[in-house]
C-alpha cells in the first residue's frame, strides 16, 4: 500500500445535501478546491472530525466526477453525528482510498447490470451506476432496483428521478416497504419486487444493503436461476483501519478492507458459517 493513503487529506466540505432524515450526503474538495485524490467505484475512505473520531465511509461519486468526491452518511453514532451538524466550509480530514472496488474495467465490462439496494445501501452502489452511465458505450443495459421503509428513506430520489430514469438504456424500478400517502409506485420488500420483476439471466447483479436483504434477495436470485458467480455485493461497515493491521474485518482467512471490501458470493462461501 501506498504511503500516501495513511497520510490524512485536509478536506472543505463545499455542499451538504440532506438526502433523507438522516442521510445527507457531504461534497468534498482539498485546500486548493480541487479533488482530494483517484479511486475505483466502490472504494471507501476514512473521513475524520479530529478530536472526536474517525470512520470508514463509501465514495459515492464517480470517478468521472474530477472536480469533487461526495460521501452519503447516516446520521447513526457520535461520529455521524458531529458529522450531520457541520456546516459548508468546515474542514474534515479524509484518507484513502481503500479496498478493491468492482471490477468496471474487466468483468463487468459490455455485461448487462442489474442493481439491487436497500436503504443507504444505495449510496456504496451510486459510484458504480454514475460511472457505467458515463460510459454508457461500454456496458450494456441497466437496471436499477432499489427499496427503502417510506418514499422519504430514498438516498439520491431527485437524482434518480431527474437524471436515471431519463438515461435511455437504464430501467429504475422503486418500491416502498409499505403503502404511503401520495406514493403511487410499487409497495414490498426489495426480495419479491425482483423475484416479481423477474430480470434476464444474463445479468451481472451488484447489490447491497441490509443483510436480511441481501440474504433473501440473494436466495430468490437463485430461485429464480442466478449462479454466485454472476453477483457482487460490498461489505465496507466491516472495515475498521483499513490497513488490515486491527483485525476487526476478519472473517476466517479474508480481510475485507484487503480482500475487499467487493466480493462476488461465490468468494464469500469460504467464509465460516458464523459470518
Known amino acids: 500500500m501506498e504511503k500516501e493513503t495513511l497520510i490524512p487529506r485536509i478536506g472543505v466540505v463545499t455542499d451538504i445535501r440532506q438526502d433523507t432524515p438522516d442521510v445527507k450526503t457531504f461534497r468534498v474538495v482539498g485546500t486548493d478546491g480541487k479533488k482530494l485524490f483517484e479511486h475505483i467505484p466502490g472504494q471507501c475512505a476514512m473521513v475524520s472530525v479530529p478530536g472526536v473520531g474517525e470512520g470508514m465511509f463509501s465514495i459515492t461519486s464517480s470517478p468521472t466526477n474530477t472536480e469533487y468526491m461526495e460521501f452519503s452518511i447516516k446520521k447513526c453514532g457520535c461520529l455521524t ?4 451538524m457541520i456546516e459548508p466550509e468546515q474542514q474534515v480530514t479524509v484518507r484513502g482510498p481503500y479496498g478493491n472496488g468492482f471490477p468496471v474495467e474487466t468483468a463487468l465490462k459490455g455485461k ?7 436503504g443507504i445501501g444505495l449510496a456504496p452502489l451510486r459510484s458504480v451506476i454514475n460511472y457505467v452511465r458515463d460510459k454508457r458505450e461500454n456496458y450494456g443495459s441497466i437496471q436499477i432496483v432499489y427499496g427503502s421503509r417510506s418514499k422519504d428513506d430514498l438516498v439520491d430520489y431527485q437524482e434518480i428521478l431527474n437524471e436515471w430514469m431519463k438515461d ?5 424500478n422503486l418500491t416502498i416497504d409499505n403503502p404511503q400517502e401520495g406514493w403511487d409506485g410499487h409497495v414490498g420488500f426489495v426480495p419479491n419486487y425482483v423475484k416479481e420483476l423477474q430480470p434476464d439471466l444474463n445479468k451481472t447483479v451488484l447489490m447491497c444493503g441490509p443483510p436480511i436483504m441481501i440474504k433473501f434477495t440473494l436466495a430468490g436470485l437463485k430461485e429464480l436461476g442466478f449462479s454466485e458467480t454472476q453477483v457482487y ?3 465496507e461497515l466491516r472495515m475498521k483501519c483499513g490497513v488490515g493491521k486491527c483485525g476487526r474485518c476478519n472473517i476466517g482467512d479474508k480481510y475485507v478492507c484487503k480482500d475487499g471490501p467487493v466480493f462476488r458470493f461465490d ?8 459470518y
Open 112 to 118: 448487462d447490470l442489474l442493481f439491487i439496494a436497500g
Open 81 to 84: 453525528s458531529w458529522l450531520h
Open 267 to 274: 468468494e464469500l462461501d469460504e467464509l465460516p458459517n458464523e
Open 168 to 172: 435511455e438504456g437504464v430501467e429504475v
Open 233 to 235: 455485493t460490498t461489505m
